[in-house]
């Protein structure tokens, strides 16, 4: 298969002329994907993660406003921004409006998350039996999978894939995936019985009753809180599940991409603010490494695989890890393998095997 064209923006100007800021060198590159050739007379709908709590590190809403600009100049018939509900409540807290956007902000699934459809897995994978997908997506004629690149507590990483298959969906489905993780474990001899883990739960999936921690795996969205917060690692998730997430997450972005591939999806990830966590951790750490830029193209194999390897070459800012984060001093080992101890492509390769494109790609750099 022959490679995929990306195209990247760095964000480092060549020069002190406002012309070569990264602001302007993102105008250029949304020339250079010839949108019109895509959108015109198109619905287009423009997926993004608008974060959540205290979160300040998303997508800046100079380039989304940029980017509905942008839409509109090349003739869409209309241009939506989407997110789940949950996300579109606290969005204006990061200066994310429908006045600063220039367009609507819908929430994926509706309030009531029961705007969607549904899709059989046959054979079921492990226990996902469906995939629930956002019916005002699949209601779009064009996708615009508009990435925050970051790293990922379960995965590893969070890019163009996660933004789809745990952003474009009902709760459920998202509790369908995350089941695939694995469940929790509890040491009881490591226990001190701080209660930090019951009290940091956001879903209070946890209490403790006789003494034995207990998890009601109804409410828990395998978040991961309980088992980061734990000063004693008495609680885990068990090993091997991250592949089976991965690989669920990829099928879910394929089932989804199966209604826009080949030419009516569009990818961009913005390499900028890349923490250790997902949007919706509620907070902004220290940036990992130094702002890269912006990759933009149409194949999100290729993309995802690109964005990994400029984040793989790049050093960790010292005093960058949040507490009790050490960095593996294995090398050779992807940066985000180092921090999370789970291999981010994973997700690539299902990807490319589910004939979403390839890992094979040529860099245009954009001044
Ligand atoms: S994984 Fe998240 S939802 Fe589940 S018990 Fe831990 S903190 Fe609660
Ligand atoms: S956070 Fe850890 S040490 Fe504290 S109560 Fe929970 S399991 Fe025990």
Redesign the pocket.
Known sequence: MKSSELLFGSFAPKTLDPAASFGNKFSRILDALDLAATVRDKKVCIKMHLGGGGGFSTIHPFFVRKLVAAVRKAGAASVFVTDLYRDTIGAIDRGYTEEVFGCPIIPVCNEKDDNYRSFPVTPAFQSMDRIELSAPILASDVLLDFSHIKGHGVCGFGGASKNLSMGAVTDRMRQILHSLEGG?EWDEAKCIHCNK?VD????H??SFKENKLD?FYH?????????LICPTKAVKMTAGGYLDFQKGMAMTSAKLLEAFLPDRALFINMLMDVTIFCDCWGMTTPRLIRDIGVLAGRDIVAIEEATLDLIGKEKLIEGSLPPGRELDMDESKHLFERIHHKDPYAVVRYLEELGCGTRRYHLTEID
């Open positions: 929790l883990c940091n739960c956001p879903n999936a946890m998890v409410n828990c969205k395998f978040c991961q809180h309980c088992a």
